[in-house]
């Protein structure tokens, strides 16, 4: 009776084994399920803005962003194969006394034959060749026998168990007769459905002989969506040559650890005197006790050597305490024995081969829900950084092309004096070398003879045009450069800074063809309209005016008597054009043609901006409602979604955390400790009831925020997590975060008393926590004595990073302790000062060394009337205690401006100097008083 009890827990434990399995594989593919609706949904989204004309995401998340907002087809492969896999159990063995004798030993029954009757030479022996089917065990709540072919349909076929009642199956079932010539029933499998506990859980599949099926056929079905527990019955001393070459084989289709079983010699047949019986079975007992040593050691030995049994693994004794694998060792196989029930190695063999399964499978999907959440918070920074720079770099862009049209102007109106002072000195420092090039110059297209004949009327007037040319060309030269050294300072100040301003706005604006034009177009008015130089080219004001002037010229020397062209004509020609110019009239016409030029060029500039914010204005309003399910939809679900993989994963590979003591309760959970978890000793266990989605989404958004950061010294290490089903008796679903313990809280330590050495020492430490946060985008928004734990040494670290985020993912809500919360909390509009702002606060309490409320707050009835009072101005009292450098500190941080307040990298280096003055004046003190009992 007790070996049968035995047994019996032997096999509901590798039940539950199977079980667990199986509960576990339920929520995986639930996961994924639900991850895979969520990136279809993104995609679907993403597909139909890149359809329409639109095209609202794509101005922030492009199609390279969104090919991680999926699974790379190799991962998804092994999930779903890992989610759709049945448990079996394969049983492969020596022979089918081997094989049949481990099935009973599995199911606790003598479901199959043993003994003489049944046992007759096996496969390879001369003369008399074993031909048993395939077997497969599966659960029903009737016991029956059917012939089926794999995986397809059942064979109407007479079976000898179907003629009566039975026990064991019947040995001419299991057989295929030698008069047998139907090739769909020499290949069916005997299917055997019973009501066992283990066959709930998981498929038992026996392997029919080799002269039945070849293994590889036999072993296909195990390849296809199946998770195999491969055991391999031993009932000889070692394998033989046809054995190992069939264990590389299996090795080579399945790539999954063997757990080789050393089966008892077959028991004789019981005897009906309990006594007796028992009496044999100490006595078999016994037998195998003298010979496990002698027979294991030459069976392991050959395993080793053949390579397949790890030299890590050891032999398991009946008996021998077995030690449990490492969490998330790569399963091994193993070598055990059996007596009359499953091994206990066998049990923690079969939970490691299906718990690495599933730990894979846990880890690739959470690997894929953090990396998917990186991005949408990276992306929501993006976006926030977008929606905060585009406007001001639209405002910026019109203010300075302001400026710089108004210089421009005022330049343009008082050098009209100043240009025709500059004509005049220009023309009068230029005219000698004006006069010698044009009596040098060489007419084109007229041919001027070496004896002096006289040109016609038209061949002069080419001749003046010539020289006129000559001199527009130098003056032309002169005048813009000098005009251009007035401006050069303006285009260096302005021009620049625009065109950067201006090709930051074109790359975050690329919606259409129509906007890019517009934007290249807008370039290319920085770059032309504002290079100041004056040309006088055909048409313009300037080159009218002058060719007016010197129309006279022309007419007075056309009708007189032709001339001789000698460079002495030459010469009268360009000193007369030279002295009938007005720089009056030409430094007018250079002015309004430069304010005409400004004042189309500004235009152009405002109506091209004014079609670019436009552009920009609607792809902001899409940017911030794409920011907004970012923060309040995308990246929350996808949390939660990782945060239950990640859960999954923990539990597997160590288990549920045991509750202890109650440690203290928050506004949102319960702190309970804990000896040890996953290695970690002592733990402190958070364990939170979220009443509703949003608070599950914050809660998975702490946890993401906090299992990705960095480990800092000053920061509360958070080891895993663990969603239990289970918590306060099933009635409602636990999220158990657990974390590092340390000694107490600054609340519990400042009453308990402490230095103001220890104090100070406690501030840098907050102080130094806070700056790791900031650096890493994080601001955790409920800085306070609780949320500060102190170890036995009495440093200091921060906990409860419950309203943790990153900026860009804030929403606007108002979270924190009361008395610790910055007045632009109310607002909705905040940074990382806030955070500054509640050290503040806490150094004060630090500073007076109790945890007695400030006046200014205690008289406060309620929190809308503290709330009132802080937004007021209202602040903590100043103790006659403080130390006036330490006053000035606390008073700088809660500033009710949040731009000034000190950045924490000098509030540190601050605290710093306080800690060494007063450190150094203990000392005297110290010394003094010495000094004076001497």
């Known amino acids: 009776m007790e070996g049968n009890t035995q047994q019996q827990k032997a096999t509901r434990e590798l039940a539950r084994v199977f079980n667990g399995y199986n509960k576990h594989t339920g929520q995986l593919r639930r996961n994924l399920k639900e991850t895979n609706a969520f990136f279809r949904e993104i995609r679907q989204n993403y597909s139909n803005a890149c359809a329409s004309t639109i095209n609202s995401d794509s101005a922030s998340l492009d199609s390279g962003q969104f090919s991680c907002i999926s699974f790379p087809s190799h991962e998804e492969e092994f999930l779903r194969g890992t989610v759709g896999a049945t448990p079996y159990l394969l049983v492969l063995g020596q022979d089918c006394a081997a094989r049949y004798q481990l099935l009973n030993c599995l199911l606790g029954e003598r479901r199959l034959p043993l003994g003489p009757d049944a046992g007759e030479p096996c496969e390879g022996v001369q003369g008399n060749v074993c031909k048993r089917r395939k077997l497969c065990f599966t659960h029903g709540r009737q016991t029956r026998l059917s012939l089926a072919l794999p995986g397809q349909y059942e064979l109407v076929h007479q079976l000898a168990a179907n003629c009566g009642r039975w026990d064991t199956v019947p040995r001419v079932d299991l057989e295929i007769q030698d008069e047998c010539e139907d090739p769909a029933h020499r290949l069916a499998e005997l299917e055997i459905t019973l009501h066992h506990p283990l066959l709930q859980e998981a498929k038992v599949m026996v392997a029919p002989c080799r002269s039945v099926q070849p293994l590889e056929e036999a072993l296909e079905d195990c390849t296809r969506s199946v998770i195999p527990v491969i055991l391999y019955a031993v009932n000889q001393d070692s394998l033989s040559n046809d054995q190992v070459a069939e264990l590389h084989r299996v090795k080579e289709i399945l790539p999954f650890p063997v757990c080789f079983i050393r089966m008892p010699a077959a028991a004789p047949a019981a005897s009906p005197d309990p006594a007796r019986r028992l009496e044999r079975e100490r006595e078999r007992e016994r037998e195998r006790e003298r010979e496990r040593e002698r027979e294991k050691s030459v069976l392991h030995k050959q395993l080793l050597q053949l390579g397949l049994l790890s030299g890590l693994t050891g032999n398991c004794t009946c008996g021998a305490p077995v ?115 044009a009596a040098n110059l060489e007419f084109t297209d007229i041919i001027v003879t070496t004896n002096s004949e006289a040109l016609t009327s038209k061949e002069i007037k080419s001749c003046i045009h010539q020289i006129q040319e000559l001199i527009v060309v130098r003056l032309n030269q002169a005048v813009a450069n000098k005009l251009i050294s007035s401006v050069d300072y303006l285009r260096e100040s302005f021009v620049g800074t625009l065109e950067r301003c201006l090709n930051s706005l074109e790359k975050s604006h690329i919606e259409s063809t129509a906007h890019n034009i517009t934007s290249n177009h807008l370039k290319q008015l920085l770059n032309a ?62 002015c309004s043609q430069f304010r005409t030029r400004l004042n189309s060029s500004h235009e152009a500039f405002a109506a091209s901006l004014r079609q670019l914010e436009e ?105 895993g997590s663990v969603i239990d089903d289970t918590y306060a008796d099933g009635a409602s679903t636990a999220v158990l975060l657990i974390m590092e313990r340390l000694h107490r809280d600054l609340y519990t330590g ?81 940074d990382n000062s806030v955070d500054v702002y509640a050290f503040g606060i806490l150094f004060w309490y630090l500073c007076t060394g109790s945890v007695k409320l400030p006046e200014a707050f205690e008289k406060c009835s309620s929190k809308d009337q503290l709330w009132n009072n802080v937004k007021k101005g209202a602040r903590p009292e100043r103790l006659p205690c403080f130390d006036e450098e330490c006053w000035q500190l606390m008073e700088a941080c809660w500033n ?29 003190q110290k010394s003094s008083s010495l000094e004076d009992s001497n």
């Open 323 to 437: 030690q449990a694998p490492a969490p998330g060792a790569k399963p091994q196989s193993v070598l055990a024995e059996a007596s009359d029930k499953p091994p206990r190695l066998l049990l923690s063999f079969a939970k490691q081969v299906l718990q690495n399964q599933q730990v894979e499978a846990a880890t690739l999907l959470n690997g894929l829900h953090c990396r998917c959440l990186d991005l949408f918070i990276n992306q929501a920074f993006d976006m926030q950084r977008d929606l905060q720079i585009t406007p001001r770099r639209l405002e910026y862009t019109r203010e300075k092309e302001g400026e710089l049209f108004t210089s421009l102007m005022a330049i343009a109106n008082r050098k009209q004096e100043e240009m025709k002072e500059m004509i005049v000195e220009t023309l009068g420092s230029m005219k000698e070398q004006l006069l010698d090039d």
């Open 529 to 590: 309209a504002y290079h100041v130089e004056v040309t006088f080219q055909s048409g313009s004001s300037v080159t009218k005016l002058f060719w007016e002037q010197i129309k006279q010229i022309i007419h007075r020397i056309t009708f007189v008597n032709p001339p001789a062209i000698t460079p002495e004509w030459k010469r009268k020609v360009a000193q007369d054009a030279i002295e009938s110019l007005s720089a009056a009239k030409l430094a007018k016409s250079i």
């Open 615 to 719: 552009g920009h204005t609607g792809r902001l309003e899409r940017t911030e409602d794409l920011w907004l399910r970012v923060r309040k939809d995308h990246a929350p679900r996808l949390a939660r979604l990782s945060l239950e993989s990640r859960s999954l994963r923990d539990v597997l590979l160590n288990g549920k955390p045991k509750l202890g003591r109650e440690l203290g309760r928050g506004q949102y959970g319960v702190v309970y400790m804990c000896d040890n978890w996953g290695g970690h000793s002592p733990c402190a266990l958070k364990s939170v009831v979220p009443p509703d989605d949003k608070h599950w989404n914050d809660l998975a958004l702490e946890f993401h925020y906090t299992r990705t950061l960095p480990k800092h010294e000053r920061l509360v290490d958070l080891h």
């Open 750 to 830: 400042l009453k308990a008393g402490l230095s103001m050495r220890e104090r100070l020492q406690i501030a840098l430490d907050v102080v130094e926590g806070i700056r790791f946060l900031h650096s890493q985008g994080l601001l955790h928004r409920d800085i306070k004595l609780k949320n500060v734990l102190l170890d036995k040494q009495n440093r200091a670290k921060i906990t409860d990073l419950g309203f943790c985020k990153p900026e860009a993912m804030m929403s606007g809500s108002i979270v924190g302790t009361p008395i610790h919360m910055a007045p632009e909390l109310f607002t909705g509009k905040y």
């Open 896 to 924: 009710g401006d949040p731009s000034l307040r000190p950045l924490l990298g000098i509030v540190e280096p601050s605290l710093q100097s306080i800690m060494v003055r007063m450190c150094n004046c203990d000392s005297k």
